[in-house]
C-alpha cells in the first residue's frame, strides 16, 4: 500500500475479500468492462457532448499514455481540480489506469488548500480547467507554482495560456501511439490507494483520505444496489463531482458502474437543472439541503416535465423533516436521505421505506458488514434510542488518514472504528437520526469548516489576540460560521478581517459570515473556551458585549 496509509488488518481483509465485497476489481478493468458491454451508449452527457462508453475507454486510453509520455508515474499523487465537465473522466480514469493517485480538490478550493494539498501530497501535477464561473484557475496555478517548486506539470482542460502550462487535449495520444506507452501493463493492484479525497476536517490542517480501488468499487456496487441503478437509470450531477456523495452515492460513478448514464450540469439552479431533468429523462439526482429547498421553492412555478425523476437524495447535512415531506408532493419523486462520510460510511433510507422513515431518519447502513457503534465519552455503549458518538469500521471505511499518525491517534479507536464526531440515536429498526455533532466544526449547507483551520488564519492577523470560530443557526445554509475575535492591540473590523482572511487565500465558503468582538471568552470549568456558550451567543444574536459583561 501507499507509504503513509494504513491498510486493513490481514483478518479483516481476508473477511472482507471472502464475504464478496471486495472482488480485486481495479477501476480500470471496470471501465473497460462496461465499455465491451455498454459499448455505444451514452455513457457521459455535457452540453452538447454525448460520450459513449466505448469512446470513453478509448479517450481514457490515449490520455492514460499522454500522461506516462509527460512522465507520470504509478503511485504518484495528482492534484485534480475540474468542474462537472466530461474531461473529468476521462482523467481520473486515466490516473486510475497507471496507478497514478489523483487528489480531488473542490472548484471553490483557494490558493491556500490548494498550495497544501500540492506540498503535502509532494504532487507531481496539478490539474484545472481555464476559467469557470469567471474565476482564472491559471492565476491560482501560477502562485501555486511558485510556491510548490516541486510540482513538475499543470496541466489545463482548456487553453493553457502563453506560459509552460500543458494543454490536456494535446496530451491524449493517437491509438497507434498508445501501445509504446503500455498502460495496460502492469495496472495498480485492486489493494492499493485509488485516490485520496479530501476530509471535512477538524482539525488545523486538512486531512487526506485514501480509499482503494476494492473499497470505492464495493461502495458503487451497494450503492447502485440499494439504488436501484441499472443501465437505463440517468443520474443528474448538479454537486460538484469530485465530492464523495455525488461521486458515489451511488453518484457518477456508481451509475457507470450500473451502465447507466451521466448527465452533467454546470450549474445546480433550477433554470439548469430542470430543463436537463426534462430532456434528458433524469431518474435520480442528489443535492444538499439548501438546494433541495431552492428546488422545493421553484418547481411549483415551473413548467418543466419532471415525471422521470424517481429518486432525489438529499444528503451532507440534516435535512429537516417539515422540508422532507414536501419533496414527494411537490416534485412527484421519491425522497433519500443519505447520511455519509468521505471516510467510507454511508447510510441510505431504502427506496421502499415507509413516508415515516424516509422523513424522520437518516437511513441505515449500506453494508451488511459495517459496524456501527453509539457511544458516550468513556466509549461505553449508549443504552439503546440514547444519543451516542457514532463510531464505525467496515469495508469501505479507512483505517487512517494519509501520513497523519498522530491524529489517527484520535481519530481512530485502537480496535480501528473511525470517531465521526457525529451525535446520533438508533431506532429499534436500526436507522440512524443524526442528533449534532461533538466535532469542533462548522457544516455550512453541506460544506464542511474546520474550526481551527478558519482560527489559525484569523491567528495570524497582528491584531488578534484570540479567535473562536462557531456555527450559528442558518434557516437556509442549517449553520453559518461566525468568528469571535479578541484584538490585542490595533483596530480591525470584521470586514478588514475576512479581507485578510481571502487574501491568504482561504476558500470563500471559509470565510466568516460574522465577526464579533469581545473583551474576553467564556470558559468552561477546566478553563477551556466554551464553545457551547458562544454558539448559544451567536444564536441569541444580540450584543455580545453586553451579553458577557
Ligand atoms: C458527506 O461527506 P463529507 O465527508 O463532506 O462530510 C461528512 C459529514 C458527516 O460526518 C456529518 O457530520 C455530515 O457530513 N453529514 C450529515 C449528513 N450527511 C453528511 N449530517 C446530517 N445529515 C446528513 N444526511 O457529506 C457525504 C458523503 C457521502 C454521502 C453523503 C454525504
Not at 470513453?56 to 504509478?74: E, M, P, T
Not at 485516490?195 to 486538512?206: A, C, V
Not at 443501465?231 to 458515489?248: E, G, Q, R
Not at 479581507?499 to 470565510?511: E, S
Amino acid at each position: 500500500m501507499l507509504a503513509g496509509c494504513k491498510a486493513w488488518p490481514e483478518e479483516f481483509a481476508a473477511r472482507y475479500r471472502e464475504a464478496g465485497c471486495w472482488h480485486g476489481e481495479t477501476f480500470g478493468e471496470l471501465l473497460r468492462k462496461r465499455a465491451a458491454a455498454h459499448g455505444e451508449r451514452v455513457a457521459v452527457v455535457c452540453g452538447d457532448r454525448r460520450i459513449s462508453y466505448a469512446e470513453l475507454d478509448n479517450r481514457v486510453d490515449r490520455l492514460a499514455a499522454g500522461f506516462l509520455k509527460l512522465g507520470i508515474k504509478a503511485q504518484e499523487r495528482v492534484i485534480v481540480q475540474l468542474p462537472n465537465i466530461a474531461s473529468f473522466f476521462d482523467t481520473i480514469f486515466a490516473l486510475f489506469r497507471i496507478g497514478a493517485l489523483p487528489v480531488f480538490a473542490l472548484p471553490v478550493h483557494r490558493r491556500n488548500e490548494i498550495v497544501y494539498l500540492c506540498g503535502f501530497s509532494e504532487a507531481a501535477a496539478y490539474i484545472i480547467p481555464d476559467m469557470e464561473s469567471g474565476f482564472d484557475y491559471r492565476h491560482l496555478a501560477a502562485q501555486v507554482q511558485a510556491s510548490v517548486p516541486s510540482l513538475r506539470h499543470v496541466i489545463v482542460a482548456g487553453d493553457p495560456g502563453p506560459g509552460t502550462f500543458v494543454s490536456l487535449d494535446d496530451l491524449y495520444l493517437d491509438d497507434s501511439e498508445c501501445s509504446s506507452y503500455g498502460s495496460d501493463a502492469e495496472g495498480p493492484d485492486p489493494g492499493d490507494v485509488a485516490f485520496l479525497q479530501l476530509s471535512g476536517g477538524t482539525t488545523g490542517l486538512p486531512k487526506l483520505i485514501p480509499r482503494t480501488h476494492d473499497d470505492y468499487i464495493y461502495s458503487l456496487r451497494m450503492s447502485a444496489e440499494i439504488c436501484s441503478l441499472d443501465k437505463d437509470s440517468v443520474y443528474l450531477a448538479v454537486l460538484p463531482v469530485a465530492h464523495n456523495f455525488p461521486l458515489s452515492s451511488p453518484g457518477v460513478l456508481g451509475t457507470l458502474y450500473a451502465g447507466g448514464r451521466v448527465v452533467l450540469a454546470r450549474s445546480a439552479s433550477p433554470e439548469t437543472a430542470f430543463p436537463l431533468i426534462a430532456s434528458e429523462g433524469v431518474t435520480i439526482a442528489a443535492v444538499v439541503p439548501p438546494l433541495a429547498l431552492i428546488w422545493l421553492e421553484a418547481a411549483p412555478s415551473r413548467s418543466e416535465d419532471l415525471s422521470n425523476l424517481q429518486v432525489l437524495q438529499v444528503g451532507g447535512a440534516k435535512f429537516s423533516a417539515e422540508a422532507a415531506q414536501r419533496v414527494q408532493t411537490v416534485l412527484g419523486c421519491k425522497l433519500q436521505q443519505v447520511y455519509g462520510m468521505a471516510e467510507g460510511l454511508v447510510n441510505y433510507t431504502r427506496l421502499d421505506d415507509p413516508e415515516d422513515i424516509t422523513v424522520h431518519t437518516q437511513g441505515r447502513p449500506m453494508s451488511p458488514y459495517d459496524e456501527v457503534r453509539l457511544v458516550d465519552e468513556d466509549d461505553v455503549e449508549v443504552a439503546p434510542g440514547e444519543v451516542g458518538e457514532l463510531l464505525t469500521r467496515g469495508p469501505y471505511t479507512i483505517r487512517g488518514y494519509y501520513k497523519a499518525d498522530k491524529h489517527n491517534a484520535k481519530a481512530f479507536t485502537t480496535d480501528g472504528f473511525y470517531r465521526t464526531g457525529d451525535l446520533a440515536s438508533m431506532t429499534p429498526s436500526g436507522y440512524l437520526v443524526i442528533q449534532g455533532r461533538s466535532k469542533d466544526q462548522i457544516n455550512r449547507g453541506g460544506d464542511k469548516v474546520a474550526a481551527e483551520e478558519v482560527e489559525n488564519h484569523l491567528l495570524a492577523h497582528p491584531s488578534v489576540h484570540d479567535a473562536a470560530v462557531v456555527a450559528m443557526p442558518d434557516e437556509y445554509l442549517g449553520e453559518r460560521t461566525c468568528a469571535f475575535v479578541i484584538v490585542h492591540h490595533g483596530a480591525v473590523s470584521g470586514n478588514e478581517l475576512k479581507a485578510f482572511l481571502r487574501n491568504r487565500g482561504l476558500a470563500a465558503y471559509k470565510i466568516p459570515d460574522r465577526v464579533e468582538f469581545m473583551d474576553s471568552f467564556p470558559h468552561t470549568g477546566v478553563g477551556k473556551v466554551s464553545k457551547k456558550q458562544l454558539r448559544e451567543l451567536a444564536a441569541q444574536n444580540q450584543d455580545v458585549r453586553l451579553n458577557l459583561s
